[in-house]
């Protein structure tokens, strides 16, 4: 008898983050608003390295320290990461996942964030803030796209998850999680409002 099974199965986690205690989307955007006003060092990193919109990644990633609603998203985020940990069915050892860095995303109309992992951490992941109608969605690449080598391109109408691209659009109030090691970018924007997230990493400590 003919068995085909799928193996080294890639995990994505979606839910909203407010499943976990509730979060005002309004003062959420307000606060990464008022926060890209007054970072003066993130704004000139991001037109020193030609990053369109504006992110705190280089200035600012210890918001839950700064800001009380970062304080309350970073406790809702914990939880999520927890039940990704079960799902994931990571043998932690004792020790327990960490927010590592936590960061917020403004990208303008034809705003792109290219093709990229984040070392060093285990779990990373984005929760939406602002998605505007045409805003872009998050592109996850098939890990093994460097071995495929000779092979064929799927067919259009391949199965989900045999597809070497996955596009997600998440909704406002969505997290996202998934192992860092996996690839990802936010096509262009194409929406004339800015799109807002705020993405994090968690380490093992």
């Not at 979060?23 to 037109?47: K, N, T, V």
């Not at 796209?145 to 989900?160: V, Y």
Request: proline share 5%.
């Amino acid at each position: 008898m003919t068995h085909i099974e799928s193996l080294f199965v890639t995990r994505l986690y979606r839910a909203a983050l407010s499943e976990q205690g509730a979060i005002s989307p309004e003062e959420l955007e307000a606060s990464c608003y008022a926060i890209a006003s007054d970072d003066e060092a993130g704004q000139q990193w991001c037109e020193d390295n030609g990053y369109p919109g504006y992110t705190s990644y280089a200035s600012l990633t210890d918001l839950a320290w700064r800001f009380p609603i970062f304080a309350d998203v970073t406790k809702n985020l914990d939880a999520h990461v927890a039940a990704f940990v079960e799902d994931a069915q990571f043998d932690l050892d004792g020790r327990a996942l960490k927010l590592e860095d936590l960061w917020i995303n403004i990208l303008p109309e034809g705003g792109t964030h290219s093709s990229h992992i984040h070392p060093h951490s285990v779990i990373s992941g984005t929760t939406y803030v602002a998605m505007p109608n045409g805003a872009s969605a998050i592109k996850f690449e098939d890990p093994r796209s460097q071995m495929l080598m000779a092979s064929p391109t799927r067919l259009k109408t391949a199965r989900r998850e045999l597809k070497t691209f996955i596009y997600v659009e998440p909704d406002v109030g969505d997290v996202l999680l998934w192992e860092s090691w996996l690839r990802h970018e936010v096509p262009m924007n194409m929406s004339e409002e800015e799109r807002i997230s705020v993405s994090f990493n968690y380490s093992w400590s």
